[in-house]
């Protein structure tokens, strides 16, 4: 139990070297008892995160972490949070809302109060547009869990997309300081910056960022804020050349967020060649806004399933 709670506690830092240590610790604790559910299900959380760190590719990762969930729906089909982690990989590498819906909405019926399946509901309720009902979770998260830096990035994440910046960057600011290298937290807090209008404090915030992609994202899009186009230029063609496989999706918001609508469209294209897991997520997303009046996005919203229309119909309340 001690090495479930070491790895627990590393698994909440958000950074590609703490969630590694973590596996190990999860592992340790498995060899010493294969049958404790929450081990397995800790173990199945930090895979999905090594992707985001981009430690592991997809594939790789969803595979890892359904099989370790399903190992411990198989200790305890009860235990909650696997079936957060199911929702999560239903979410956004299956890419299917409704589904994922329905898995979280049973985990949070067996527990209610637990931090990090609320993490999940916040996470739901922004993508599909429940800004009030993410930022009602996440400040319930942080009442339940004040020193836990993913509360504090979750709800500043669901602040930010509700297109309330001061508030985002307090948030992730709080996130940072508990861990100082959260992964994307500059990032996030540069966006938000740029939402309020001041683009050299967002770059300086952007280079803060030690995530490599996210790093770059942040340059393409807040030198272009500043007029430095050429700076943005560069940081875009690096973005491309390293990351184009498993960022596509990532690189069509840079794209939007820069004007060029016809290139934005076709990454998108090429995202969902891809499954990019980004997908779900673009209804709502702040960097997407210069092209939300081109004729284009809304048969692209219904073509990936997230237009407004079928996000409404999807069955997700908590209470």
Known sequence: YTLFLQARHLGNQGTATATQQSIELYKQA?????DYAATWAGLANSYLNLYLHGQLSREESTRLAREASQQALLRDPNHAPAHAHLS??????????????????????????????????????????????????????????PANPESHYYLGFAYLWARRPDEA??????????????TSAHYRTGVAMLLKGDPQAALAEMLKEKHRAKNLEGRTIAYHALGSSEESDA??????????????YNI??????????????????????????????????????????????????????????????IEFEVV
């Open 30 to 34: 498995l060899a010493v008892d294969p």
């Open 252 to 313: 069509a918001y840079l794209l939007a967020y820069r004007g060029e609508n016809d290139r934005a469209f076709a990454w998108l294209d090429k995202a969902a060649q891809y499954n990019d897991s980004g997908l779900t997520q673009i209804a709502n997303q702040p960097e997407f806004e210069n092209i939300h009046d081109d004729p284009r996005w809304l048969p692209t919203l219904r073509e990936i399933g997230v237009s407004p229309e079928q996000l409404a119909n």
């Open 235 to 248: 940081a875009l063609a690096d973005m491309i050349d390293k990351f184009e496989r498993n960022s596509a």
């Open 88 to 145: 999560r990989i239903e979410l956004t590498y299956d890419r299917n809302l409704a589904v994922a819906a329905r898995h979280l909405q049973h985990a949070l019926m067996l527990e209610p109060t637990n931090t990090a399946i609320l993490h999940r509901a916040i996470v739901l309720s922004y993508r599909i547009g429940r800004m009030d009902q993410a930022i009602r979770v996440g400040e319930y998260a942080i009442d339940r869990d």
């Open 169 to 182: 960057i307090a948030s992730f600011r709080t996130a940072l300081m508990l861990s100082p290298e959260y």
